[in-house]
């Protein structure tokens, strides 16, 4: 049975762009080295510029191989020098009954 996971990324100052471009390559990459599902991800924006991105990984054990694949490590690289990881609890539209977040794929 596959974990559904909740992650949210803040682009650094000027790096929006790098970030959403690196967006649309993360769970294909991920699912090039089988760790994640066919499932389509849902990728969206808060109002302060936060992604939020909901997809699949395949087991636990997928995110713990993943933490010792060059390819993954190098791909998280490229988000460290894009953006912080907050937890999800962090962006302002969660604390609302309803979240709301504008559409990115």
């Not at 471009?21 to 993360?26: C, G, S």
């Not at 599902?37 to 997809?55: L, W």
């Amino acid at each position: 049975m596959g974990i559904i996971v909740i992650v949210a990324y803040k682009p650094l100052e000027g790096q929006s762009d790098a970030l959403d471009a690196l967006m649309k390559d993360h769970v294909p990459i991920l699912r090039g080295e089988g760790l994640v599902t066919d499932r389509t991800p849902i990728i969206m924006r808060a109002a302060d510029g936060t992604y939020v991105e909901v997809f699949e990984w395949v087991s636990a054990e997928a995110i713990h191989t993943a933490h010792a694949n060059p390819v993954v490590l190098a791909m998280w690289e490229r988000y460290g020098k894009c953006c912080t990881y907050e937890k999800i609890g962090d962006v302002p539209e969660a604390h609302d009954l309803f979240s709301s977040f504008t559409p990115v794929n």
